[in-house]
């Protein structure tokens, strides 16, 4: 224990799982603790809607940025700006080198409660070929990049949109989580449907296009397959060619996109997403599992070091990465904690959760998707909605969280879910 009395929580990552777990714990634990967040920039990236401001013309790098600082402030929240290079689950300690200005020697810091939410390396440096002649949505500068050549040098060949292998770990698995062969297939389906449409209104081409692929037998199987049979049957209405099975990116040229099941298909433009790759100081760690995601029960907290927690993609439990399901995940963390510092009952503390897929994803022309499915999970919900709702859906919670400072009240999530399956436009 430090000097300081209070409980040291640090929450390690700043982002969707990072911000929302700080928030919780300070709710739940009240002053019982101290709280410092640490993550590499001061700034938390609103992932989700990039590829949406690229087609409508916004650059994400100025309307998907909400400053971290302000938010973590309301709570008396810490931050530290730095790269975090080590854990010591043994020690209880953080290396971390504070990445202002180059030349910042690195430091060790102490814990009394870790919570890790640092994401996971989208690995586009693990695809052959990627750099030369790959395409990317999932961050300001690749989405800018896609967008500027399909603007100026796009030629109107084949476009191929779909996801690398994702490689999950097995140790500590609970029997109820599948195997998922693609860590998160809404973006290629919304990247796919709304390509579409801005080719359309471009003059540039249509769905036809478009070739969607997915390593696993079925694309976005975690949506559950009612859900997806109904997508593709309205994506094959549309025009676009589906691949399947393709097992994995073998590599990229300048003509073709090469697939581990030995298929390849001719094409311009490679529109990809890669494995979700636990960062390397995690591997290897006593919390890990043989891939680096950190190993948790249903309370988020690894069974062999009870102060360590995780929650968003960091977390092997989440799967699909889904920030959705990261969300869930933090408010079990706010509760656990507050009830190692003695600040709520086992009672109160020990909820049952559910994990439920929730994703809204983009389809151009003031239209989107929403689905709410827990067939994955061995539940039965599989609902679609196609319209004009769930779009204002999409938009209205991100506006809500950049208002409230990532504080989407409770009902947020089910107002929006009771909307988009109850109302129809
Ligand atoms: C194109 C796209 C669209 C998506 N759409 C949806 C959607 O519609 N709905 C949905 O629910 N999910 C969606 N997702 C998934 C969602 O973005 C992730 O699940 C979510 O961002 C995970 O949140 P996180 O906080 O766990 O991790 P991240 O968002 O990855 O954040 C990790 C944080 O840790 C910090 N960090 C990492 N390593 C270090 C280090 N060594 N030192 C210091 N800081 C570090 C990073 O700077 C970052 O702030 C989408 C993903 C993509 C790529």
């Not at 790959?134 to 100026?152: L, P, T, V």
């Not at 959705?324 to 509760?335: C, D, L, P």
């Not at 999970?377 to 319209?387: A, H, K, S, T, V």
């Not at 859906?393 to 409770?410: D, I, L, S, T």
């Amino acid at each position: 224990m430090s000097v300081n009395k209070k409980t040291q929580v640090l929450v390690l990552g700043g982002n969707f799982a990072g911000l929302g777990a700080a928030q919780k714990i300070r709710e739940h634990a009240g002053d019982a603790v101290e709280i410092t967040v640490i993550d590499r920039k001061g700034y938390l990236d609103f992932i989700p809607n990039i590829p949406l401001e690229v087609f409508e013309g916004r650059d994400p790098a100025f309307t998907m940025h909400m400053p971290l600082l302000e938010a973590l402030d309301k709570d008396d929240i810490k931050f530290s700006q730095a790269e975090i290079t080590a854990i010591d689950v043994d020690a209880k300690t953080v290396r971390l080198r504070p990445n202002e200005r180059p030349g910042a020697p690195e430091y060790t810091i102490h814990y009394d409660k870790l919570v890790i939410a640092l994401g996971a390396r989208l690995a586009y440096d693990d695809i052959e070929g990627f750099a030369e002649y790959g395409h990317a949505a999932s961050d300001a500068y690749h989405a800018n990049r896609f967008i500027e050549y399909m603007k100026n040098d796009y030629k109107g060949g084949q476009i191929v949109v779909g996801s690398a292998r994702f490689e999950q770990g097995t140790e500590g698995r609970p029997d109820w989580l599948p195997t998922a062969l693609a860590a998160c297939e809404g973006p290629p389906v919304e990247l796919s449907l709304s390509l579409a449409h801005w080719l359309e209104e471009n003059g540039k081409g249509s769905a036809k296009n478009i070739t969607i692929f997915t390593p696993a037998e079925l694309i976005a199987e975690d949506a559950g397959e009612k859900v997806v049979k109904q997508l593709l049957e309205a994506a094959s209405s549309m025009g676009f060619n589906y691949v399947n099975k393709t097992e994995d990116i073998k590599r990229l040229t300048a003509t073709h996109i090469e697939f581990a099941n030995g298929q390849s298909i001719e094409c311009e433009v490679k529109l990809v997403l890669p494995n979700w790759k636990p960062h390397d100081f995690l591997k290897g760690l006593p919390v890990s599992d043989e891939v680096g995601f950190i190993i948790t029960g249903m309370d988020m907290r690894n069974s062999d070091y009870p102060d360590v927690y995780a929650c968003g993609d960091a977390a092997a439990l989440t799967v699909p990465k889904l920030g959705a399901i990261g969300h869930q995940e933090t408010e079990i963390v706010g509760r656990q904690i507050a009830r190692d510092v003695g600040a709520m009952s086992a009672e109160e503390a020990d909820v049952d959760w559910h994990p439920e897929v929730v994703c809204i994803g983009d389809m151009g022309g003031g239209k989107a998707f929403y689905i709410h499915a827990t067939s994955w999970f061995g539940g039965d919900i599989q609902e679609l909605e196609m319209g004009q709702i769930p779009y204002l859906q999409k938009v209205a919670y991100k506006e809500m969280f950049f208002r409230r400072h990532g504080k989407v009240p409770n009902w947020g999530v089910p107002l929006a879910k009771w909307s988009a399956e109850h109302i129809k436009l």
